[in-house]
C-alpha cells in the first residue's frame, strides 16, 4: 500500500495531463474563412453577377439596420425611418434631425438671401466719434508730410489743428461715458508730433512745455525717453547744465539693451560737458564710448579734449583709437572688373555710383577728415617740434587701414610749412624727392603726386623729365591747372615758346582772368609786355589822385588792364 505525502498531493494538483484524441483541438478553425470572401467562384455568384450589372447591390436594406461591433447602430445608417446623423461631418451640414431623402444644404442656400446690412446711422455718436478720430490721423499725417516738404509754418498749422480736434474727440468720449476707451496712443502722437513742430519752428518754450505734458503722465508709458528731446532743446539754448541733467534723467530711463540709443545719448552728454569746459567729465563719457561701441566723432572728440587739457601721451592713446575705428565700407577693389564678362561689367558700371556708393565715399570723407583734423591739431604738441610730430602721425596712420591717408599728410605737411612761410622747414631737396617718390610709388594715377614728382625734377633742372611727370598728371586729369601751369612754365625753360604759350592760352580759357597766367602771357610777346607797363603806369595815374572815389577807380583801373590784354590776346591768338 502506497501513500503520498500531502506536498505532493498538492503538487500533483498543478500537473494536466495531455487531452484525448476526442477533446477540442486547440488550433482548429485557424483556416477557415467565411465563404462570402470566397472571390475564386465570383463568376458563377449568380447573385453577384446581377448586382455587378445593375444596381440592385447598391440598394439600402428596408429593414435592417447596421450595426456595429459594439451592438450600436452605426452612423449613417437608416433606424425607424430616421437617418441617424454622421457625427463626423456635421459641420457639412447633417444634423440630428435631418430625414431621410432631405436635400443637401450645407450652406442654408434654401433659406434665401441673408438680410441686408443695418444702415450706419450718421448721426449717432459712435460714427461721429469714429470719424473725428479719423480726421485727427489725417492732419497728424498732413503735418508730418509738410515738416518733410520743408513747410515748417503749414507743419505747425495742422499740428495744432490735430490737438485742438483730438481735445474734442476726449470731450465726446466723456460724454457718451466712454472715457475708458480713449485712445493714447492717438493722444501720444498728436502730443509728440505738436512738440516736434514747436521745436522744428524754434519755438523752444512750447515745445518744451508740450514735452512737459507727455512727460509727467504716467499713462505714457515710454514718455520718459523725451526727455533726450529736451536736453536737445536746452543744448540748442545753451542751457548746458540743465541739458545733462536731462540727458542723464533719460539715460536712467532707456534700458541696456537700447545700445545704440544709449552710446548717443552719452555723446551728448560729453559734448555737453565740452561746452561747459569740463574736459574730464567729457573724457569720461568719452572713454566709456570707445570702450563698448567705438566710432569717429567720439574718438575725435576725445583727442579734442585730451588737447585741452595738454596731455600729450594720452593724445597719442587717442589718436591710435581714432584710427583704429572700422571704416565699414567696401574696398575700391570691388569696383574694378576682373574680367571682360559684359553681364559683370554692367553690374559694376550700375553700383559704381549708386546711393550706397554715395554713403560708402561720403563715410570714408568724414574719417579722412577728422584724421586730418586731428593729426594737424595734436602735431605740434605731442613731440617737440611740428615736423617730428606729424612725421609720428604719419607712421600711425600707415600702420592702420587708412594707409593711403599717409601720403595726403605728407602732402598737408609741406603745405602746412609753405603757409607758414618756413622754407627753412623743407629746404632738404632730397627729402622733399623721397616723399615724392613715396606718393607716387603709392599712387600712380594720382596727379597730385605726379606734379609733386615733377616739381622736385624741375628743381634739380631736369626740364625734360620735369614735362614728362606733367604730362602724365594731365594724362591722368587734364582739369589738373597746376600741372599745366608748371608745364608751361618747363617750356619756357626749354625755349619752346609755343608750346608754352599754348599751355597758358588753355588755362586762360579755363581760369578767365587769372593775374599770374595773364603775366605769363604778356611776358611771351614783348610788345604786350611794354602795353602792361604803360596801362599800369596810366592806372597809377588815376589812382594817384585824390578823391572821394579812389577804391572804385583802382578797380576800374584793374579792370581797364584785364580788358586790353584780353583784346589783344584775342588779336595774337595764333
Avoid at 572728440?301 to 571704416?327: H, R, T, W
Avoid at 591739431?377 to 615736423?387: G, Q
Avoid at 595815374?541 to 583802382?554: A, T
Wanted: aromatic letters at 8%.
Amino acid at each position: 500500500m502506497c501513500f503520498t505525502s500531502p506536498s505532493v498531493g498538492r503538487m500533483m494538483q498543478n500537473v494536466h495531463l495531455a487531452p484525448e484524441e476526442d477533446e477540442d483541438d486547440l488550433y482548429s478553425g485557424y483556416n477557415d474563412y467565411n465563404p462570402t470572401f470566397d472571390t475564386e467562384d465570383l463568376e458563377n455568384d449568380t447573385a453577384f453577377q446581377q448586382a455587378a450589372r445593375t444596381s440592385h447591390g447598391r440598394r439600402p436594406p428596408s429593414k435592417a439596420t447596421l450595426n456595429s461591433s459594439m451592438g450600436r447602430p452605426m452612423t449613417g445608417a437608416v433606424q425607424d425611418g430616421v437617418a441617424r446623423p454622421m457625427t463626423a461631418v456635421q459641420a457639412a451640414g447633417y444634423t440630428k434631425a435631418a430625414m431621410r431623402g432631405s436635400l443637401f444644404d450645407p450652406l442654408g442656400q434654401a433659406r434665401g438671401p441673408a438680410p441686408p446690412l443695418e444702415m450706419k446711422n450718421p448721426d449717432s455718436s459712435e460714427e461721429k466719434i469714429r470719424q473725428l478720430e479719423k480726421k485727427v490721423n489725417e492732419l497728424v499725417e498732413e503735418s508730418c508730410i509738410a515738416n518733410s516738404c520743408g513747410d515748417l509754418k503749414l507743419a505747425l498749422e495742422k499740428a495744432k489743428e490735430a490737438g485742438r480736434k483730438e481735445r474734442v474727440l476726449v470731450r465726446q468720449r466723456e460724454q457718451t461715458a466712454t472715457s475708458e476707451s480713449i485712445n493714447l496712443d492717438l493722444t501720444y502722437s498728436v502730443l509728440f508730433n505738436l512738440a516736434s513742430q514747436y521745436a522744428a519752428n524754434e519755438m523752444y518754450a512750447e515745445a518744451l512745455n508740450t514735452y512737459q505734458v507727455i512727460v509727467k503722465n504716467k499713462m505714457f508709458n515710454n514718455g520718459g525717453r523725451l526727455k533726450v528731446n529736451m536736453g536737445n532743446i536746452y543744448l540748442k539754448q545753451r542751457n548746458y547744465s540743465k541739458a545733462i541733467k536731462f540727458y542723464r534723467m533719460a539715460l536712467d530711463q532707456i534700458p541696456s539693451v537700447h545700445k545704440e540709443m544709449r552710446i548717443k545719448i552719452m555723446q551728448n552728454i560729453g559734448v555737453a560737458f565740452i561746452k561747459t569746459g569740463q574736459y574730464m567729465d567729457a573724457i569720461s563719457s568719452f572713454e566709456h564710448i570707445m570702450s563698448l561701441s567705438p566710432n569717429l566723432k567720439a574718438g575725435f572728440n576725445l583727442i579734442v579734449c585730451y588737447f585741452a587739457i595738454g596731455d600729450s601721451e594720452q593724445m597719442k592713446k587717442a589718436f591710435q583709437k581714432l584710427i583704429a575705428v572700422p571704416l565699414e565700407v567696401d574696398y575700391d577693389d570691388k569696383y574694378v572688373s576682373a574680367n571682360d564678362d559684359p553681364h559683370t561689367n554692367l553690374l559694376i558700371e550700375a553700383i559704381k555710383n549708386d546711393s550706397l556708393r554715395q554713403i560708402e565715399r561720403e563715410r570714408k570723407s568724414l574719417a579722412e577728415d577728422y584724421i586730418m583734423t586731428a593729426a594737424k591739431l595734436i602735431a605740434p604738441v605731442i613731440e617737440t617740434s611740428f615736423a617730428v610730430g606729424y612725421d609720428w602721425c604719419v607712421e600711425a596712420v600707415k600702420a592702420s587701414h587708412y594707409v593711403e591717408l599717409a601720403n595726403d599728410l605728407e602732402i598737408n605737411k609741406a603745405t602746412t610749412y609753405l603757409r607758414q612761410r618756413d622754407f627753412n622747414q623743407e629746404n632738404e631737396l632730397a627729402q622733399a624727392t623721397n616723399y615724392a617718390d613715396l606718393a607716387v610709388s603709392s599712387d600712380r594715377y594720382n596727379p597730385a603726386a605726379l606734379t609733386n614728382k615733377g616739381n622736385t625734377v624741375f628743381a634739380n633742372e631736369d626740364y625734360e623729365k620735369a614735362a614728362e611727370f606733367y604730362k602724365e598728371a594731365l594724362r591722368n586729369d587734364c582739369s589738373c591747372t597746376e600741372a599745366l601751369y608748371n608745364l608751361g612754365l618747363t617750356y619756357k625753360k626749354l625755349n619752346r615758346t609755343d608750346e608754352a604759350l599754348d599751355c597758358f592760352l588753355k588755362l586762360h580759357a579755363i581760369l578767365g582772368n587769372s593775374a599770374q597766367v595773364l603775366h605769363q602771357i604778356a611776358d611771351m610777346y614783348p610788345f604786350l609786355k611794354t602795353l602792361e607797363k604803360k596801362i599800369i603806369g596810366v592806372m597809377k595815374g588815376i589812382v594817384s589822385q585824390r578823391c572821394k572815389s579812389r577804391n572804385r577807380l583802382k578797380s576800374q583801373g584793374y579792370s581797364i588792364v584785364q580788358n586790353c590784354l584780353t583784346m589783344f590776346l584775342r588779336m595774337c591768338k595764333p
